[in-house]
């Protein structure tokens, strides 16, 4: 096996229309336990769009956790002792 390095260049997509293939879930809400239909492109949802209105963004609550406290120094002690094998 030989491996070598290539150049890839940048490039911009630009903005186009696409056709996605949606479909409507009949199904119940998790949440508010109403039965509800939605259209979507992934897989089954979850939740109705009064629940969960599309478009939010899904990071509202996911923030990056801090490093916390001094990063660890990953120490690999080579006192484990592997099976030898011989
Ligand atoms: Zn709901």
């Known amino acids: 096996m030989s491996s070598k390095e290539i150049q890839v260049k940048e490039y911009t997509v630009r903005a186009h229309k696409r056709q996605i293939h949606t479909r409507v879930f009949n199904f119940v809400c998790k949440q508010c336990d109403q039965s509800t239909s939605r259209e979507t492109y992934g897989p089954r949802p979850l939740y109705c769009e009064t629940c969960r209105p ?33």
């Open 54 to 86: 599309p478009g939010t963004p899904k990071k509202s609550q996911v923030t990056a956790p801090a490093k916390k406290g001094k990063p660890r120094a990953k120490v690999y002690r080579s006192d484990v002792d592997f099976q030898k094998s011989s």
